[in-house]
């Protein structure tokens, strides 16, 4: 009997140093864990250089041209292109008066893509538009034309004028198309009527 008591301290003094050692590394992994991030937060982010941002949005801009051919924009690719909107201007503005190599390529870059991404963003707004009509049970379609892609099409086999007066006079909707450097829209039911509004 005392025999097997003692194996059996034996084994339980095992399996105590066993989780005791267990324990130890846990302990020991949190507290490196805690420690590297410490130095994270305390080395501050590298700030990038303009000339990379300029590279990202070049990229994004070809990225987001090849996307809205088959797919509808999302609401975050449509934030992200206001973002790198203002970068662009930032870079045409800032760097108008170049005085370095980097600075001539990022005002060129800038004053390049500038009128490419504010062309996306008038599809993107479009498509969300029609995506967000659609998802409401309305099959609007909505299109945008011109050589510079400033005409909205709004097509809606019910459009009437009722329906016209409420977008344009209680949703903002001119006014945002405005914003947005549209230079017409257009209401068409598709067959017999349309109405045009100049901005």
Known sequence: MKKG??????QRNKW???????????ALTSVKEEEEKKQQVSQPQQKKKDIDIIKEIDKR????????????PTDEMYEQLNID???LVAGVVVYKDFKNDEQKIIYLKSKELLPKA???????????????YLK????????V???????????YVLMSRPLIHKITNETGFLETA?????????????FNYSWTYNL
Not at 61 to 72: G, P, R, S
Not at 145 to 155: A, Q, T, V
């Open 61 to 72: 801009i070809a990225e987001y041209q090849l996307h809205i051919k088959k797919y509808y």
């Open 178 to 190: 405005k914003n947005l450097e549209f230079k017409k829209v257009v209401f068409t039911d598709g």
């Open 16 to 26: 105590l140093i066993i989780i005791f050692v267990l324990l130890i590394i846990l």
């Open 118 to 132: 504010l062309i996306l963003r008038r599809l993107f707004f479009a498509k969300l538009l029609e995506k967000k």
């Open 5 to 10: 008591i003692y194996l059996w301290d034996r």
């Open 145 to 155: 034309e011109g050589k510079n892609k400033d005409i909205l099409k709004f097509k």
């Open 85 to 87: 909107i203002t970068h």
């Open 136 to 143: 409401e049970g309305y099959d609007v379609e909505i299109i």
